[in-house]
């Protein structure tokens, strides 16, 4: 079962409950069923529900997307809201991660730390190995956990 934290992003926009999920890597070329059942795997891990900044809760992502961009005006408002703060932020790294543009040891450590614990909570047969493997990040995405 995974295990789910709390998250907010930087901006403060939506903070949602987190459900942490690890895809195996494929060892073949997936065919089309594989593709369509990875999709509908990916998905159904990602339904979890949260609350945006205004305390409104939503029961998954696509509820909140539709309450904040389904029509084109609250698209258009949203997006300029988003540029909006945009516009405000340093045009550096320090600014674009929000006052974290330097990363130090014991932010390294306590990160791996909490991604090992998810990591042997997925692949339990694995936790022997993870001592021998690094983990990647395969993309960058900036949450604030409180675990």
Known sequence: MPQHHSAICPSGVLRIQLSCSWVAPLLKAPSESDTVRSRTRVRASMEVG?????GRQFKNADEMWTEHVGDPTKKTEWY??????WE?????VDGVLGGY???????????EAFLNILLSERFPKASAATSQRHLVALGTLSLFLSV
Do not use: C, M, P, T
């Not at 405000?88 to 550096?92: H, I, L, M, Q, T």
């Not at 543009?101 to 990160?111: E, Q």
């Open 88 to 92: 405000g932020v340093e045009a550096s």
């Open 80 to 85: 300029r809201q988003g540029v909006g703060y």
């Open 50 to 54: 949260g609350l945006d900044s205004e």
């Open 101 to 111: 543009g330097h990363v130090n040891d014991a932010d390294i450590k306590g990160s």
